[in-house]
């Protein structure tokens, strides 16, 4: 590969992390706004936001997910704990407004 070829590839390469740093963001802010009806859910059953019982199931499967896939296992939980904090975030976001309402 010579200097010009390389170059392209660097910048069709980036192109296409920037097209899916996109979708990744649109996925994130989709599991994100779910926020609202488990909220909705757990208010009418009485459940905790944080559930630790959930998220260990979805640091196990995780961890599966990321041997077969030959991702990193820490990297990947990471995000997984970045996500579930999104949501928990969003979910007490939610229910401070609702708290608020009724004053
Ligand atoms: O499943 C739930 O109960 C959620 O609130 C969603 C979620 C998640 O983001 O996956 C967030 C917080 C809980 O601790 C567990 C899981």
Known sequence: MDRAEALQLLEESRKKIDILDEDIIKIIKERTSLATDILKAKLVLGMEIHD???EEFIHHKIREIAVEQGIDED???QIIMILTDLSK????????????GKH
């Open 89 to 100: 975030k969003e979910q007490q976001k939610i229910q401070g407004g609702k708290a608020h």
């Open 75 to 77: 990297s990947l939980t």
């Open 52 to 54: 630790p019982e959930r």
